[in-house]
């Protein structure tokens, strides 16, 4: 079955210019989350949805920075007048309604935007 | 603050041999590891999990150990493989937080040589 699929799978943005990212989630998957993966470290949450909610908006750096789910399934990553330190790969994941008894869902990640700021 | 840590940022191994990566958090909430892999111009890819109520979890060549008076976790792979050879994360969650956000560590980066 189809993964998580984003795009572009690589933007270059010149500095002050506004970016919106994809991410298409597996069908059925209730949880939506985004990270953001700078070079050379690991990936930093930004933000949750559960279906269209948005439930934890904690990680995101600025108010530059705005996520949207309208129908609880496409998701897109919005930055307003990008800088150059938001050069990072977009990491977008999903993950299945919670089993009964499960302490956890695995997250299935999407391959990434590569955003780069001139 | 780096509330997981991995240490290692490259290890090097003979295909056939034991692979040992190592992972340390220092958040005493976590709850759940889980470890993923990662190939260059993909996503993380889940390999396997742990929830703090074991010490051990296998599947296959890959096993996971957690020790959490150490606040430790180790993922071991035997026999290594070329395959294997990729960047492995370590993450951990906290299922009380309730947006299962997972931390990362920074990466470590095994090459498995043929």
């Known amino acids: 079955g189809a993964g998580v699929s984003q795009s572009p799978r690589y933007k270059v943005a010149k500095r002050g210019q506004d970016v919106a990212l994809r991410c298409d989630p597996i069908s059925g998957h209730v949880s939506l989350f985004w990270y953001q993966q700078a070079l050379g470290q690991g990936p930093e949450f930004l933000t949750y949805?559960?279906?269209?909610?948005?439930?934890?908006k904690s990680g995101l750096p600025s108010d530059r920075f705005f996520a949207e789910r309208p129908e609880g399934s496409v998701s897109t990553l919005k930055i307003q007048r990008t800088q150059q330190e938001d050069s990072a790969v977009y990491l977008c994941?999903?993950?299945?309604?919670?089993?009964?008894?499960?302490?956890?869902?695995?997250?299935?990640f999407g391959p990434g935007t590569r955003l780069t700021v001139l | 603050d780096q509330q997981v840590k991995q240490n290692s940022p490259s290890l090097s191994v003979q295909e056939g041999r034991i692979s040992i990566l190592n992972c340390d958090y220092t958040?005493?909430?976590?709850?759940?590891f889980l470890w993923y892999k990662k190939y260059p111009a993909e996503g993380p890819t889940f390999l396997i999990s742990?929830?703090?109520?074991?010490d051990k979890n296998e599947d296959g060549r890959f096993t996971v150990f957690l020790n959490k008076s150490a606040k430790h976790l180790s993922l071991h792979i035997v026999p290594s493989q070329p395959g294997d050879s990729a960047v492995y994360f370590c993450a951990a969650a906290y299922s009380g937080a309730g947006s299962y956000q997972l931390t990362f560590g920074k990466g470590t980066k095994l090459s498995v040589i043929p």
């Open positions: 742990i929830s703090s109520i074991k």
């Open positions: 949805f559960q279906n269209e909610a948005q439930l934890d």
């Open positions: 994941a999903s993950s299945p309604p919670g089993l009964a008894g499960a302490l956890y869902n695995e997250q299935f």
């Open positions: 958040n005493s909430m976590f709850d759940y």
